[in-house]
């Protein structure tokens, strides 16, 4: 009797081991290193109205797999030089590390204000975003990023380095959940192209995972 105490009891530890070693490994993590890409090209359609197609790929778990693709459109109306009207709606499947599928379809409208500092340019924008999601509850968002920029020259080559930070409150939680920092360089190629290149960290304690060091970039097609 005694030998088969024993032995159940290896059996039953052995068992716990292994299923919380199984949850570790299918839990969402918390935090990850991730590749962001975004591809937007610019229609204009008349002097005060773009239309822009968006494309979204980020990769993540690491920098080793797909984990989240986005489309969609974008209208820009330049009420005068430094006020641009926006509104925006984009389709999204996310696939996070060990995570359930997400869907989501979002309409965002908003503002960008410019404002010249000498040399600087000071740029705060305004987004009230609808999120229509699955698996997660519908919600409102409003987010807010201001960012400043400067040219600067490599020789004779011109660049600009940009600083951004942006805030994001969530109405379905009543909080301030997420923030996002920022710094970059964009260089324009030709009238058709510019890239804009950034380091970024995002600190956000509800989402999984919610703590994200990124490198992303953004190709700029101006048609």
């Known amino acids: 009797m005694k030998t088969f ?12 081991l292994l299923s919380s070693v199984v949850s570790a490994q299918t839990r969402v993590p918390k935090s990850d290193n991730q590749s962001w890409n975004d591809f937007q090209f610019t229609i204009p359609v008349n002097k005060k109205i773009d239309f822009v197609l968006i494309g979204t790929v980020r990769m993540g778990d690491n920098l080793s797999s797909f984990v989240d693709e986005r489309w969609g459109v974008r209208v820009n109306y330049s009420v005068q030089k430094y006020v641009t009207l926006q509104s925006l709606y984009f389709h999204r499947d996310a696939h996070p590390p060990n995570g359930r599928h997400e869907r989501e379809e979002r309409a ?86 510019t890239l804009e290149t950034y380091v970024m960290r995002q600190n956000d304690g509800r989402s999984r995972p919610g703590d994200i060091n990124i490198i992303g970039t953004t190709w700029r097609i101006h048609l």
Do not use: C
Request: proline share 3%; net charge positive; no cysteine.
């Open 108 to 193: 965002t409208i908003g503002a960008n204000f410019r404002i010249p500092l000498g040399k600087f340019n000071l740029n705060t924008r305004n987004w009230f975003e609808r999120r229509w999601r699955h698996p997660q509850v519908d919600a409102w968002r409003y987010r807010n990023r201001i960012q400043l920029d400067h040219p600067f020259k490599i020789n004779k080559t011109k660049f600009t380095w940009f600083v951004s930070d942006e805030f994001f409150y969530d109405w379905s939680l009543g909080d301030w959940v997420r923030n996002r920092a920022a710094v970059g360089v964009s260089h324009t190629f030709s009238k058709h192209l």
């Open 5 to 16: 105490s024993l032995v159940r009891f290896i059996l039953t530890v052995g068992l716990l």
